[in-house]
């Protein structure tokens, strides 16, 4: 992990021609469409990117991890998604251009000399939101009876993996 903040404005073909790598995080309530969508922005996205060249084809590849503040869509409560994904794209300066991209790539059209990365990493996580969130365990007052029986399960469960109780279990 680093704590170094992305950069944020700069050409991205440029980049791509001498080829970089770029580390870093970047504050979620600071995009603002992703942060509309959410319940809490707090917290960071973190980004490894990687800019490059390979024969007429420049990209930029990366992935992104963020813990988005949700609202689980079963029982209302606020929760986390973690959010990991991976893009490539194939940067062009026209439409034309996307038709010859490798079929893996998806097109990013660059029409400025001067492109927002974050908005770009913005752009992948919207498409990466799931559409309806939930809890991954049964969060709902139906089903409270096995999510009781659940808990109990995990903190039987908690104790058989904690090192004291197996010290215990060593020294009876
Ligand atoms: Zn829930």
Same mark, same amino acid.
């Given at each position: ?11 991205? %073909?440029?980049?791509?021609? %001498? ?41 930029? %590849? ?62 992948? %996580? ?47």
């Amino acid at each position: 992990m680093t704590a170094t903040l992305l950069p944020e404005h700069f050409d991205f %073909i440029q980049k791509a021609k %001498i080829g970089c790598e770029i580390n870093g995080l970047w504050p979620i309530g600071q995009l603002d469409r992703l942060a509309d969508l959410l319940l809490d922005e707090t917290g960071e996205l973190q980004a490894e990117v990687s800019f490059g060249q390979e024969g007429p084809l420049r990209y930029v %590849i990366g992935k992104v991890t963020a813990e988005l503040g949700l609202t689980c869509q079963r029982c209302m409560q606020p929760m986390k998604y973690p959010l990991h994904i991976e893009f490539k794209l194939g940067l062009i300066t026209n439409e034309q251009q996307a038709e010859k991209l490798p079929a893996d790539f998806e097109p990013l059209l660059v029409d400025d000399e001067n492109m927002s990365l974050p908005a770009v990493l913005e752009d992948e %996580i919207l498409l990466a939101m799931p559409l309806v969130a939930m809890h991954d365990y049964d969060c709902s007052d139906y089903l409270q009876t096995q999510k009781d029986q659940q808990q109990q399960d995990a903190e039987k469960q908690q104790e058989k993996e904690n090192p004291f109780s197996v010290l215990k279990d060593l020294l009876k």
